[in-house]
């Protein structure tokens, strides 16, 4: 077991070892300047290690002189960029050796120097060109220096040799780097670039216009359904990033170092922002609900924001390098622990998030200079667009799934809807001396309403009238074991009985919560009696006084735990009385300010109304509702019935 361990270890030993040669580049071997490097106006940026020796001697420029001891310094000695052993003494010398592909024999080509400093450069002891300090852009992006064309008759070796000078106080004042940038490319470069550059402008165009366009989708799908808050920070994340690319844009045309300096700060900012909505849409759609430790990252994404914008010294990269550390720290947190939450179709968008770290790391590592990118668009552009593809893959599959699930539930409204409607009574009982008159009209939900009629043997009419707690098929299966009750025990003597019974056969049920209100009354031409269990009172309207009166409220509703009994109260009748059963829906109603209509109101509605035929009653009181509603919609079903003696 030691042996293969071992064993392993040299493994990885070798591994770095070769990785590490890798990463030394150029040197020391010369640079071979190849015809397909040059394509489409692309430039060979010399921006490995050079050959390096501190001071000043013009003989260090003659390509015969022997530079093997020289010490390897990258040309820009940023502070990610590999500096002397010593120091920088303000003044030193640079040495690259070249080789010529045949095709590029007598082919015109152009160095180009781009320095903060002071900077001559030679090609074979020649001096090539020079260029006086320009300064930095925000950031460490080199200004354009000198530009000058050169053929290679032969293949070589060739040998630049670069003076750069550039004081420490010089740099400190002006906020500069160190060091200059050599470029090789073909003399007729910037028109083979017009047309290429046409692609990366249509790319970046595309980069800000599709994050645009998934901004107000995503912020569209919010406003519709709230709930779904990963719409909203990824949204947020869009929004921001066209900040960064935005800024970048702006960061690569400044004109002013000012305008320079803000755009890089906008740029460091805006990928915080970036970096932290992605952190929250992971953890919208991964956790049940926001870790507490979001606010920490965004309290110290607030802090790392003010010191861009506040601090003196262009802020480092590392910024938002240690930032979006923390942030793979905490999804690999999140995913070792139980606070994520399965949901279909996550793995989508998980990838889609570990493409993008993977990208955003390869971008980290080219801005360090350990990985060359010589390209117009930048890495995280691409890590954007696996993200957004991921995230639509994903949106698209909930979207069927929610669609499904809604096809589903309105399948199961319709048949509660039906079933609802079958308890009610296909037709009105015929009773001599009294007229009858019901109607219901439902809300988007389905309720619980329901009314019956039952002829007693005696020849009394039997009215039930109830409302079952609750919505959907749950208030639609009490409703109709109520009836079925109802029809069995609807012509016994004691209202109160047939309560009790209903109320016995409810609790073995186990219909938790649900529980019904429910009104028994016995009509005929001269008597009422009222047996009530939760339901609002009976109105009896009065033809001789034009009163209302109020009959039968009280006692606890059926197939709910609580004890009592259920009172009758009666109440004589005459001709032209009418009786109004109103359900609870019809008193709740809104108004546009959203007050209910109350049942005093709905008092002063019946007295007004009553006198006339028992159907013109119902419709009279339900177009007073509806004006009273207005554009509002309904809340609850309304039920009425109306009983009238003739």
Not at 296 to 315: H, R
């Amino acid at each position: 077991m030691l042996r293969q361990t071992l064993h392993r270890y040299r493994i990885a030993a070798f591994a770095i070892i070769l990785a590490a040669a890798a990463a030394r580049g150029q040197e020391p071997t010369p640079v071979t300047i190849r015809a397909a490097a040059l394509a489409n106006g692309d430039a060979l940026v010399l921006s490995y290690e050079w050959r390096y020796h501190s001071g000043d001697d013009p003989r260090w420029a003659d390509p015969s002189f022997d530079d093997s001891h020289w010490e390897l310094v990258e040309p820009v000695m940023s502070r990610f960029g590999q500096r002397p052993r010593d120091g920088w003494p303000g003044t030193g010398w640079f040495r690259r050796h070249l080789r010529i592909e045949p095709a590029m024999r007598g082919v015109p080509l152009a160095v180009r120097v781009e320095s903060p400093g002071e900077t001559a450069v030679f090609l074979d002891g020649k001096r090539l060109m020079s260029v006086a300090a320009s300064g930095l852009r925000a950031g460490g992006r080199l200004k354009s220096g000198a530009r000058r064309e050169v053929v290679f008759s032969s293949r070589g070796p060739h040998v630049l040799a670069v003076r750069h000078s550039l004081s420490l106080a010089e740099r400190h004042a002006q906020s500069r780097d160190l060091g200059f940038l050599l470029f090789i490319e073909r003399a007729d470069a910037a028109a083979l670039r017009s047309a290429a550059e046409r692609l990366p402008t249509m790319l970046l165009a595309v980069f800000t216009a599709v994050p645009a366009f998934l901004v107000l989708l995503h912020l569209a799908l919010f406003l519709s359904y709230p709930k779904a808050r990963e719409n909203l920070f990824y949204a947020l994340a869009m929004a921001a990033f066209v900040a960064v690319v935005i800024a970048d844009l702006g960061l690569e045309r400044a004109a002013s170092e000012f305008w320079s300096a803000l755009a890089g700060r906008l740029v460091l900012a805006s990928v915080l922002a970036t970096i932290f909505f992605f952190l929250l849409t992971y953890y919208a759609v991964r956790t049940r609900t926001l870790p507490r430790t979001w606010i920490a990252f965004g309290a110290l994404g607030a802090v790392l924001t003010a010191w861009i914008f506040l601090s003196p010294d262009f802020p480092s990269q590392w910024t938002w390098f240690v930032y979006f550390g923390l942030v793979i720290v905490e999804v690999i947190r999140v995913e070792t622990t139980g606070e994520k939450a399965q949901r279909e179709g996550v793995q989508i968008l998980l990838g889609g998030f570990a493409i993008m770290m993977a990208i955003v790391l390869l971008q980290i590592l080219m801005q360090l200079d350990v990985i060359p990118f010589d390209g117009e668009i930048r890495p995280y552009l691409y890590g954007l667009l696996v993200v957004a593809v991921a995230m639509s893959l994903f949106l698209a599959r909930s979207f069927a799934r929610t669609s499904v699930e809604n096809a589903r539930k309105t399948s199961e409204i319709e048949a509660a809807r039906a079933l609802q409607l079958s308890m009610l009574p296909s037709a009105l009982p015929a009773v001599e001396g009294l007229e009858t008159a019901a109607a219901m009209v439902t809300a988007s939900e389905v309720g619980g309403d329901y009314y019956d009629f039952r002829v007693a043997p005696d020849g009394s009419l039997v009215v039930a009238f109830g409302d079952a707690t609750g919505h959907g098929v749950a208030a639609g299966i009490m409703v109709t074991a109520i009836k079925a009750l109802f029809s069995t025990l609807g012509g016994a003597e004691s209202l109160s009985s047939v309560l009790a019974e209903c109320g016995r056969v409810l609790r073995e049920m186990h219909v938790k919560p649900l529980h019904m209100c429910l009104a028994l009354a016995r009509l005929t031409p001269r008597s009422v009696s009222l047996c009530s269990a939760a339901m609002p009172p009976v109105l009896i309207h009065r033809a001789g006084s034009g009163r209302v009166e109020e009959l039968g409220a009280g006692g606890p509703p059926v197939g709910s735990r609580l004890a009592g009994a259920w009172k009758e109260h009666c109440a004589s009748l005459a001709p032209g009385d009418t009786l109004l059963f109103a359900s609870d829906g019809f008193a709740e109603q809104l108004d546009a300010a959203g007050h209910p209509l109350g049942y005093e109101r709905l008092s002063e509605i019946f007295q007004a109304a009553a006198g006339g035929p028992a159907r013109e009653l119902v419709e009279t009181l339900f177009a007073r509702l509806a004006e009273w509603r207005g554009g509002r919609e309904q809340g609850d079903d309304v039920t009425l019935v109306v009983v009238r003696v003739t």
